[in-house]
Antibody
Framework: EEQLVESGGGSVQPGGSLRLSCAAS????????MNWVRQTPGSGLEWVALIEEGESRKYYVDSVKGRFTISRDNANNFLFLQMNNLRVDDTAIYYC???????WGQGTLVTVSS | DVVMTQSPLSLPVTLGQPASISCRSSASLSSDGNTYLNWFQQRPGQSPRRLIY???NRDSGVPDRFSGSGSGTDFTLKISRVEAEDVGVYYCMQGTHWPRTFGQGTKVEI
């Protein structure tokens, strides 16, 4: 079964850091680009970052550039999102998604609050 | 950024009747011979699920009562006969320009 399972969410104070992980299984992870997408409580969806198969190119939404870093471990089928200097408006459920969005994880909640 | 505008934002529906959601982009989504416009469904308490990719292609397992159409900047998702399990929020998303952007979502309720 194709599956994405996120972990690493939690509560953190403004200015803090978190590292999200996404474990992929059931498909050829190293051959597909991957994304992080977030959803704020009661609000819509926002694409955050994308990483190509070989990690050669990475793209970010402007609001996270310089603070978030997307990376991957193709040997062990993991996707990561390192989030630094977190802000209150980064509070959201973070989803790991495959390619054009044909597979989503269950999400992990990040809460940034003082 | 390309702005995706959905209408309506709330759509009361009747079981067995058709329903339609519009999505308009602030720039053309056509590129290299393709148009990267996707539709997602999010049922209450669940993660989003892709229904349609590249305007009109249904994902595996998606009922054929769902269909997508459009070109350039104007797109439509249609449900031919609404069923109870179709309740939820529907989002369009463009995958042509950076950053990728979603519409605000359309809440479909019986």
């Amino acid at each position: 079964e194709e599956q994405l399972v996120e972990s690493g969410g939690g509560s953190v104070q403004p200015g803090g850091s978190l590292r999200l992980s996404c474990a992929a299984s059931g498909f050829n992870f190293r051959s597909t680009w991957m994304n992080w997408v977030r959803q704020t409580p009661g609000s819509g969806l926002e694409w955050v970052a994308l990483i190509e198969e070989g990690e050669s190119r990475k793209y970010y939404v402007d609001s996270v550039k310089g603070r978030f870093t997307i990376s991957r471990d193709n040997a062990n089928n993991f996707l990561f999102l390192q989030m630094n200097n977190l802000r209150v408006d980064d509070t959201a459920i973070y989803y790991c998604t495959r390619g054009g969005g044909d597979l989503w994880g269950q999400g992990t909640l990040v809460t940034v609050s003082s | 950024d390309v702005v995706m505008t959905q209408s309506p934002l709330s759509l009361p529906v009747t079981l067995g009747q058709p329903a339609s959601i519009s999505c308009r982009s602030s720039a053309s989504l056509s590129s290299d011979g393709n148009t990267y416009l996707n539709w997602f469904q999010q049922r209450p308490g669940q993660s989003p699920r892709r229904l349609i990719y590249k305007v009109s292609n249904r994902d595996s397992g998606v009922p054929d009562r769902f269909s997508g159409s459009g070109s350039g900047t104007d797109f439509t998702l249609k449900i031919s006969r609404v069923e109870a399990e179709d309740v939820g929020v529907y989002y369009c998303m463009q995958g042509t320009h950076w950053p990728r952007t979603f519409g605000q979502g359309t809440k479909v309720e019986i």
